[in-house]
C-alpha cells in the first residue's frame, strides 16, 4: 500500500500569512494539497505548545507564518512570537522531531508568490522524511 | 446545535476542482450538521436568500460557508445571516478558493482537501458563541499626510465637508512634486496654475491647518480614536514672525543643493523652495549654514526685518488626536544615477532626468525656462528622450511600469520643440507606449504627427561622450538594427518609486506595504483607498504610481470614504477582543506586560484583590495576551484556544 | 561561627524584633537522609534549624505560596545562589513584594544527591554525620559505617555550579565561597551532550519511556518556585483543553512542555522538580536544555539580574530569528 500523504497543520496571521496565501490563490500559484491552515489574528496570538499539541494529534509538520518583522498588524505581536517560535523550534528538536517538521517564517500579504515557494518546499522537506507514526509525541 | 453547511460552486470557480455537490452531502453526516446545500453563487442574492431561508425553515444556529476567502466576503456573510435573525459571529467561512480550488488542479485531491477545510470549520463553529458590538465616541478631526497634490485635493473635499483637517508635510511648502512640474498632459496647462491656487485655498480655508516642516513621529490608538505625535522640525527661523521676504535667502553666503530644482543650481543654507511656496517661510539647513558648521556668519539674522531667525529653536513633539488618517506620501524619483552604469552614472552634464528637464523648462525655474546644455549653455539641436529608466527593468529591482513616463516623455518631447523650435531633432527611445488614459493617445499621435517627435522602439544600451556631443547607442527593434544618435541633450524618464520613509511610516501606522515600499490597499480592486487599518485610508501616488487625474480621483475617493466614517457619532468596534475570566486569573501581570495597547488593567474585585480586567475599546483583539497567560484565563473572542486546537484536531482526524 | 549559627541568629533576631512573623528554613526530617522546611514562628524555636548539605529544598516555593496571604505577614527565608536566583526571577516581575521579605542567603558548597547516596546502600541508612571538613560518615543499620568525601556524592548540577553565592539577601550566613568569574567562563553544559547525541529516533524512545512512568500528581508543578499558577494550572483544564486529562505518554510529555514552556525565562534551572518526582523522570534534562538554548539565544540567565525582565516578556527590534 502506498504511504498516506503527509498532513501538515499551518498556523498564520490574519493580516498577513493567511492573506499572502489568498494572494497566491488569486494568482493561480499552485501548491500541493498537503497543508491545512487554521487563521489567527496575529503570530502574538500562537502558543508554541499549538504546535506541539499538533504533533501529538499526529500532524507530520508545523508551518507558522506570520507578518514580516516591523509590519505586525498590532505593531509588536510577531516580535514576542519570534522568540517562541525560535524556542520552540530547538525545543521541538530536543524532543527528537527532526528541524524539517516545524518551519515559522514570514510572508507578506503581498508574497503570493513566496507562500507558494514557503509551502512547496516545507511539503517536499515533509515528504521527504515521509509520515510520522507512533512516536513519543 | 443545528449546523447549516453551504459549499459555494462560486460558478466554475471552486465547482471546476472540487466536486462541491459530494462535499455537501458528506457534509450532512457530520455531527450537528442538519443542513448542508450548494449554492451556485452563495453571495448573489439568490444565494443569500437560500441561507437566510434555510437559517429560519432549519432553525440554523451557526453556519458555516465553504466559498471564497473571509477576508473578501466575511462581512457579508455575517450580514446575511444577521438578516436571518443569527448573530453575526455564529459564522465561519471556509476558504476553499483561494486556499483549495485555485491552487490544485487534481479534482480528487482539492475535493479531499476542500471537505477538510470545511471539517474544521465546522469544528470551529461549534466553538463560537454569541458576540456583541460596543460603541465608542469617536474624534472628527483628520490628518493627512503629506501636502502634495493628493493631500490638498484629499484635505480640501474634507474641510468643505466640515471636518477638521491637519496636513503634515515634510517640507517647508506644501505643492509636493507636482508644484515641480512645468506643464502637464495632455492638456499642456501649466501645473502652477492650476496648482497652486488650491494650496492658497488650503491655506486660507479655516478647517484646514498646515504642519509644514513637520514629520509623523509615532501613531498610537484606533480607528476614530488616533492619538499622533508629530515632530516639528527646528526651521531655525520663528515662522510666527517671518514674512518671506527671502532677504535673507538674498543675502545668505552659503551654498546647499537645492532639492527642489532636483540639484540643477545650487539654492542657498537659508532657502525658501520656490516663489509661490504655501507657507512661504524661510528655513536653515544647518549642515550648510556658516554659523553652525563654523560659528561665524550670522548674516541671516542681521538683514532679517522681522528678527525671526533663532539659532537656539528645537525639535518640537506635537501630541494631536485623530478620528481618521489619509495617506498621500507621494513619490520620488528613482536614482538613475546608482544604477545605469552604461549611462554614465550621472557623470556626463547634458544627460539629465525627466524631473530635472522639467525644472529646465519651468518658466519660474532656475533658469527661467530657458533649454540649454548642462555642458555649454548652448541651446539643443538634437535631443533625445530615453523611456523606461527605472521602470520595466528587473535587472535594476524595478519590474513595474512607472504608468506616467510615457506621456510624460511624449509632452517633454512637445515642450522641446515649443522651446527650441520646431526644426529640433527630438527622438524618444520606447519600449511600449502606454496612453490609456482620457486623451491620451490622441495626444501620443499628435506629438508624433503634428510636431515630427520620432519615436524609436528599442533600448538605449549605451550613452557616451564623443566630440561634445552624447552619443546615444541603441537599437531600432522595428527596423531590427543598430541606431547611433548624437546628441545634444539626452533626458531619461526616471521611473517612479514609493517616497523616502513611506515604509517607516506604513510601520507607525501598522498598515502593508509591497517590497517596493508602495502602501498596500485593502482590496485592488474593491478598497483601493483603504488598508487593512481601519480608519487609515491612501490617496496617490503613495500606493502605486500613477499620473495626477488618477491621483486626484483617489484623494477625493479617500475623502469621501473619511466622510463616510466620520459620519457617524459612534463608532463599532470589535467585539472579537480578549476576555479575562476572573476567577482563575492569577495576577502574574504578564498580560499588562506583553500588551501592544495596554488594554490591561489591575482591576479590584475585592478589597486589595486584584485580577486582570481588559479594557473593551483599547482591546485590538491580536491576542498576544491570550498566549502569554500562563493559565490561559484570557481568552481571545472568535478564536479561542479550543477552538484552535479543535480544528488543528479536525484537520488531523484520519 | 557555622552558617547554621549565622541562620539561627539572624531567625531569632528577626523575630524577636517583630521583623518577620515566621522564618523558613530546613530542619530534620522523618529520616536522616532527608531535611525537609521549617517554618518557625517564635524565639524558642529557633534552635529547630539547620544548615547542611541535604539542605535541597529550595524554599521560594513557600514564598508564592505564603506571600498573598495572609496580606501582612511578613516572611524570613533562606536562600541558597540556586535558590536566590528563582526569588530574583519572582522580584522581576513583582510576584513577591520586596518589603516584607528578610532574606538570609547562604553560601552553599554544593548539595548531597540523597537518591543516590541511599542507592549506594543495601541497608537502611540510619545516621549521616557531616566533618568540617567536607568529610560525610554514613552508619547503616547493621552497623556499617563509610566516610565519603561530600563533593564525590553532589547533585549532578551542583558539580557545574556557577551561583555558590546568593545573588539576593539582606544578610549572609558567612563569607561568601570561591565562584567562577562569570565574565570569562560560560556555562558547562555537557551534562546535556548524552542526550544531544541521541538520534532524533532515539530520543523519541528514550522519552517514551521515561514520561510512560508518569502519573500527573503534579509535584514537579507544586514544587516549582516560579510557576505562580497553582491550582488554575492549565494542565488541569478542560475548557481550554491544551493537555489531554488522560495519563498516557503524549500528552504526559505535553503536559510537562507545558510546564516548560510557562517557566521559559524565569526557570534558571534550580531543580526541584527533577528532586520532587516520585517516579524520578529526569526533568531536569528539559530545564537545561531549554536555558542553553535561551543562553545561547540571547546570552541569558535567568533571574540574575533584579532589573532584567523575563526574555519572553520583552523583545528586542534586533533579536535575530527566523528568516
Known sequence: MAERPVKIIGIVCNWCSYAGADTAGVGRYKQPPNVRLVRVPCTGRIDPLFALKAFEKGADGVLISGCHPGDCHYSEGNYYARRKFELAERMIHHLGIPKERFRWTWVSASEGQRWQQVVTEFVAAVEKLGPREGRAL | ?654 | MSRQDHIREFAAQALSEGRVDYFIGWKEGFNPSEVIPAFVKEVAQVDQLLWNPLCHHNLVTFLKRNMPDPPEAKIGVCVKGCDSRTLVALLQEQLVDRERLYVVGVPCDGIMDRRRLEKEFAEEIVDIAFSEKGQVVVTTRSGEKREFDQQAVLLDMCTRCRYPNPLYADDMAGPAVPEPDREESQPDWSDLADYEALSDDGKQELLARIYATCVRCFACINVCPVCVCWDRCVNRSRQPELVSQKVETKSNLLFQMVHMFHVAGRCPSCGACDRACPVEIPLYLLHRKMNKELYDMFGFEPGTKLDEKPVFQVFNLADQFGD
Open chain 2, 1 to 654: 446545535m443545528r449546523i447549516g453547511v453551504f459549499v459555494c460552486h462560486c460558478g466554475t470557480n471552486i465547482a471546476g476542482t472540487v466536486d462541491v455537490a459530494a462535499v455537501a452531502e458528506r457534509a450532512l453526516t457530520l455531527k450537528d450538521v442538519v443542513h448542508a446545500d450548494h449554492p451556485m453563487y452563495s453571495c448573489s442574492e439568490p444565494g443569500q436568500a437560500s441561507i437566510q431561508a434555510a437559517i429560519k425553515e432549519k432553525k440554523l444556529d451557526r453556519v458555516v460557508v465553504a466559498a471564497c476567502s473571509p477576508h473578501m466576503h466575511e462581512v457579508t456573510f455575517r450580514r446575511c445571516v444577521e438578516g436571518a435573525g443569527l448573530n453575526p459571529y455564529l459564522f465561519e467561512m471556509a476558504n476553499i478558493r483561494e486556499h483549495c480550488s485555485w491552487i490544485h488542479d487534481d479534482k480528487q485531491a482539492a475535493t479531499e482537501k476542500a471537505w477538510e477545510i470545511i471539517r474544521m470549520a465546522v469544528a470551529k463553529v461549534r466553538q463560537l458563541e454569541p458576540l456583541y458590538s460596543h460603541e465608542v465616541e469617536i474624534n472628527k478631526d483628520v490628518l493627512v499626510i503629506g501636502g502634495g497634490v493628493a493631500g490638498i485635493q484629499a484635505a480640501l473635499d474634507l474641510a468643505d465637508a466640515g471636518l477638521k483637517v491637519t496636513i503634515v508635510e515634510k517640507e517647508t511648502t506644501i505643492g509636493g512634486v507636482m508644484a515641480k512640474l512645468d506643464k502637464t498632459f495632455p492638456t499642456i496647462d501649466c501645473s502652477a496654475c492650476i496648482l497652486t491656487p488650491r494650496m492658497v485655498d488650503c491655506a486660507q480655508h479655516e478647517n484646514i491647518e498646515l504642519m509644514t516642516y513637520c514629520e509623523v513621529e509615532k501613531v498610537s490608538g484606533y480607528v476614530g480614536n488616533f492619538t499622533v505625535d508629530i515632530r516639528k522640525k527646528a526651521a531655525m527661523v520663528d515662522w510666527d514672525k517671518c514674512i518671506g521676504c527671502e532677504i535673507c535667502v538674498q543675502k545668505c553666503p552659503a551654498k546647499a543643493p537645492d532639492k527642489f530644482n532636483v540639484g540643477l543650481e545650487p539654492t542657498k543654507a537659508i532657502y525658501i523652495p520656490f516663489p509661490q511656496a504655501v507657507p512661504k517661510r524661510a528655513a536653515i539647513q544647518v549642515d550648510y549654514c556658516r554659523w553652525f558648521q563654523q560659528g561665524k556668519c550670522r548674516v541671516c539674522e542681521r538683514v532679517c526685518p522681522a528678527g525671526a531667525v533663532d539659532y537656539e529653536q528645537k525639535d518640537q513633539i506635537i501630541q494631536k488626536r485623530f478620528g481618521a488618517i489619509v495617506v498621500a506620501t507621494g513619490l520620488e524619483v528613482f536614482p538613475w544615477e546608482q544604477y545605469y552604469h552604461e549611462y554614465g552614472s550621472g557623470k556626463i552634464k547634458d544627460v539629465i532626468s525627466g524631473l530635472q528637464y522639467e525644472r529646465m523648462l519651468n518658466a519660474s525655474g532656475p533658469y527661467g525656462g530657458h533649454v540649454h546644455r548642462p555642458s555649454n549653455g548652448e541651446e539643443p539641436k538634437t535631443v533625445v528622450f530615453v523611456q523606461c529608466v527605472g521602470s520595466r527593468d528587473e535587472s535594476v529591482g524595478r519590474p513595474y511600469c512607472s504608468s506616467v513616463c510615457c506621456m510624460y516623455t511624449a509632452k517633454q518631447a512637445l515642450l522641446t520643440k515649443d522651446h527650441c523650435g520646431m526644426d529640433t531633432e527630438v527622438y524618444v527611445f520606447y519600449i511600449d507606449i502606454r496612453a490609456t488614459g482620457k486623451g491620451y493617445e490622441e495626444f501620443i499621435k499628435r506629438v508624433q504627427t503634428e510636431f515630427g517627435v520620432k519615436y524609436v522602439r528599442g533600448r538605449v544600451s549605451k550613452l557616451y561622450e564623443e566630440n561634445g556631443k552624447v552619443i546615444v547607442r541603441g537599437i531600432d527593434t522595428l527596423l531590427g538594427e543598430q541606431v547611433e544618435i548624437a546628441a545634444d541633450l539626452v533626458v531619461l524618464a526616471s521611473g517612479i518609486m514609493a517616497a523616502e520613509g513611506a515604509k517607516e511610516l506604513a510601520q507607525k501606522l501598522n498598515i502593508s506595504y509591497d517590497e517596493f515600499g508602495f502602501l498596500k490597499e485593502g482590496h485592488p480592486k474593491l478598497r483601493p483607498v483603504d488598508t487593512n487599518t481601519a480608519g487609515v485610508f491612501l490617496a496617490g501616488a503613495c500606493q502605486a504610481p500613477k499620473d495626477i487625474p488618477a491621483t486626484v480621483a483617489q484623494a477625493s475617493a479617500a475623502a469621501s470614504k473619511v466622510v463616510g466614517l466620520l459620519a457617524k457619532d459612534k463608532l463599532k468596534t470589535s467585539p472579537m477582543i480578549a476576555v479575562v475570566d476572573q476567577k482563575n486569573c492569577v495576577s502574574c501581570w504578564k498580560c499588562i506586560e506583553v500588551c501592544p495597547f495596554s488594554a490591561p488593567e489591575k482591576q479590584e474585585v475585592r478589597p486589595g484583590e486584584f485580577k486582570s480586567h481588559v479594557i473593551e475599546t483599547v482591546c485590538q483583539g491580536c491576542g498576544v495576551c491570550v498566549a502569554t497567560c500562563p493559565v490561559n484565563c484570557i481568552s481571545l473572542k472568535g478564536f479561542t484556544t479550543d477552538a484552535i486546537l479543535d480544528q488543528i484536531e479536525e484537520a488531523l482526524l484520519v
